[in-house]
């Protein structure tokens, strides 16, 4: 089965929305039920491989902070972070899929 963290509720993010909050708080949630199911299964270091160290959540909520108005995070922040969770998750997902299919995410 093909686990999709870079699906259409990622793709409305970008519009900075009230349902691109949404689509935030349940990426970040995503991605720590696939960090736990990775830990649990294959180890700290695997989980800690496929998601890039934590980077992608932290890219997430980083968007999330400028979408709640967040001062530190300046449209820039929020461009970069975006671009950065996006080619690393769609990443994560094809190792995912291609190693580790046997963690039903």
Known sequence: MKTLIVDHA??????RDAAAKLALA??????EDIEAAIRAVDGE???RA????GLIKHALTRCLEHL????S???KDFR????FATTAASKAEQVIDEEL????S
């Open 73 to 75: 995070v300046t449209e």
């Open 80 to 83: 970069v972070c975006y671009a």
């Open 10 to 15: 990622w793709n409305t993010i970008i519009a």
């Open 101 to 104: 299919s046997h963690i039903g």
């Open 26 to 31: 349940g990426k970040i949630q995503q991605i």
């Open 50 to 53: 496929v998601l890039n160290d």
């Open 45 to 47: 270091e695997a989980a």
């Open 68 to 71: 709640q108005g967040s001062a």
